[in-house]
């Protein structure tokens, strides 16, 4: 069985989507003969769309573009490149660096979200994800039926028939509970004289949606645009063809394929025994003989829910005097040794002059300190629930190690849902998640995953020099995000301070915002509001 909806378009649609699109069947596909900031704009609108990138393309961007130039040009058929240069350079000398120098920008839809965190793994990969606090998941397919992954075993086994029901009632219960949430929120923050129409709705809709995406099973669907290098494409399709769950291995064969008809020279490797295959195959023989290891050296207990939700596992007690030896050390001529022992002769009011001196007078979030801040660095554990872990897990300037995601650890139910008098419904669908991930656990211990709804809690732990924590604590603090990360980046800080001790660092993260708000999203809709009247006017 073909897991994937096939879009239907009409012949003159077609004539022009095969000038750009590498495909226009498969879900998988890359963007050709288009201007790079046409591609950016398409993927930044994607995010917030719920239409297919191809769909998108017709409806909302070729009227703006001359194609005239474009009329031979077929990019469904495999591009026929030139590579002798490149294969005498990469062959003869060995010249990785050549493969970050073709870029792609591919569309990867219909992956659901177990899928989407590993295709975001990669440090040097950008990415675009539907959002999905700006799309409602009660639409469904041009098929007819609901946005989630359909596995080719679980349908062909016994649980079949059970995983459709399941999955359809949860977003049944998605589908039903959000215009009642909408109207909830409606009557509890009604319409000022300052906002439009517009404005208003889209604040009391974001709320509505951030409230109940929590019912949605993680094997919802999701589009997402990336952006990389050659070299980066080749390491994550190495690491997903060595994926234990098949929908991973077999998404990397899609991107295989359309990826080669753009750089084909960047990928030859992939398939060579000696490399792309061993590769593989060291990837997937270490993890599974770890995990051998580990199960035979270790007798796990009961999972036991978790009383905090944010530890500081580690940190360097001298981490601030760390930071100010880098200081020193880049502006001036001592060497690290040195430059230490006089660091070590400052006293405090010294150290906090020259710190303040290094970090200065921050205008806005983006106006941060320099590398000296990545000579400290932080090891956090956390617990939250998965929706918030999708959003924090995007950061790629740190390490990130998550564990798969069961229901073992308990949900979150979002306070307004109970305030809205939904917590009851919202419970049971919970409920009925948790029963059938532990009836499809046994036969299916990867696919169980796709049965547990975002409100489940997964654990992870995330390690960050303290450049990217300023970074990732005052953007994930903005009164716009999510509570449920808003509430981790406001602990890290704490933690930062207190704990950790230092104190200097955390005064310097000036951005965070711990400004109580009802609405998140209307702020940032104003915003948006004045650039359109703006920009028309």
């Not at 839809?109 to 799309?135: D, F, H, P």
Request: glycine content about 6%; aromatic content about 10%.
């Amino acid at each position: 069985m073909h897991p994937y909806v096939v879009e239907q378009f009409t012949d003159a649609e077609e004539a022009v989507l095969r000038r750009y699109f590498t495909n226009l069947e498969g879900p998988v596909f890359a963007l050709v003969n288009l201007p790079d900031v046409v591609k950016g704009a398409l993927f930044a609108r994607y995010s917030r769309s719920s239409k297919s990138l191809r769909r998108l393309f017709l409806d909302e961007f070729v009227g703006d573009l001359d194609l005239s130039g474009d009329l031979s040009v077929d990019a469904t058929v495999g591009l026929d490149r030139a590579d002798d240069l490149y294969q005498k350079i990469f062959v003869e000398y060995g010249d990785d660096s050549v493969a970050q120098l073709g870029g792609v920008h591919l569309a990867c839809e219909q992956a659901s979200n177990i899928l989407t965190k590993v295709l975001e793994r990669g440090r040097l990969m950008s990415y675009l994800e539907q959002s999905t606090r700006y799309l409602g998941y009660d639409r469904r397919l041009a098929n007819g039926l609901y946005r989630y992954y359909r596995d080719h075993d679980v349908l062909e086994s016994r649980w079949g028939a059970r995983y459709v029901g399941e999955m359809d009632r949860m977003f049944d219960t998605y589908r039903e509970m959000l215009p009642r949430m909408t109207d909830f929120l409606a009557k509890k923050y009604p319409k000022t004289a300052q906002d439009t129409d517009f404005v208003y709705r889209q604040a009391i809709r974001a709320k509505a949606l951030d409230a109940v995406r929590g019912l949605l099973p993680a094997s919802a669907l999701s589009n997402l645009g990336i952006y990389a290098s050659g070299q980066a494409y080749e390491a994550l399709i190495l690491r997903m063809r060595a994926h234990p769950l098949p929908e991973v291995r077999q998404y990397s064969q899609l991107m295989l394929d359309e990826l080669r008809k753009v750089i084909p020279s960047f990928l030859k490797r992939l398939d060579v025994p000696s490399r792309g295959i061993a590769w593989t195959q060291y990837l997937e023989q270490t993890r599974d003989a770890t995990r051998q290891v580990v199960a035979s050296l270790l007798n796990e207990l009961e999972t036991v829910e978790p009383d905090e939700h944010v530890r500081l596992l580690a940190f360097d007690p001298d981490g601030e005097a760390r930071v100010l030896e880098a200081i020193v050390f880049a502006n001036s001529s001592l060497s690290s040794d040195e430059a230490a022992r006089r660091v070590a002769h400052l006293d405090e009011g010294q150290r906090d002059t020259l710190f303040r001196a290094y970090v200065g007078e921050r205008q806005n979030r983006r106006h941060r300190p320099g590398r000296a801040f990545e000579r400290t660095d932080y090891r956090f554990e956390l617990v939250t629930d998965y929706g918030a872990f999708r959003d924090l897990q995007r950061h790629r300037l740190l390490s990130i190690e998550w564990q798969s995601l069961t229901v073992d650890l308990g949900y979150d139910v979002p306070e307004i849902v109970v305030e809205a008098g939904l917590g009851e419904a919202y419970r049971e669908s919970l409920a009925r998640s948790a029963d059938f991930y532990h009836a499809l656990r046994a036969d299916f211990p990867q696919q169980a995953q796709y049965a547990v709804a975002l409100a489940f809690r997964i654990r992870y732990v995330m390690q960050m020099n303290a450049r990217e924590a300023m970074h990732l604590i005052e953007l994930r603090s903005g009164p716009q995000g999510h509570p449920s990360y808003r509430r981790v980046a406001h602990e890290m800080v704490r933690l930062i301070r207190d704990e950790a001790g230092h104190r200097r660092i955390a005064a310097a993260m000036s951005y965070v915002d711990f400004s109580e708000t009802d609405l998140e999203r209307l702020e940032a809709e104003r915003a948006a509001e004045r650039n359109r009247s703006k920009r028309d006017n």
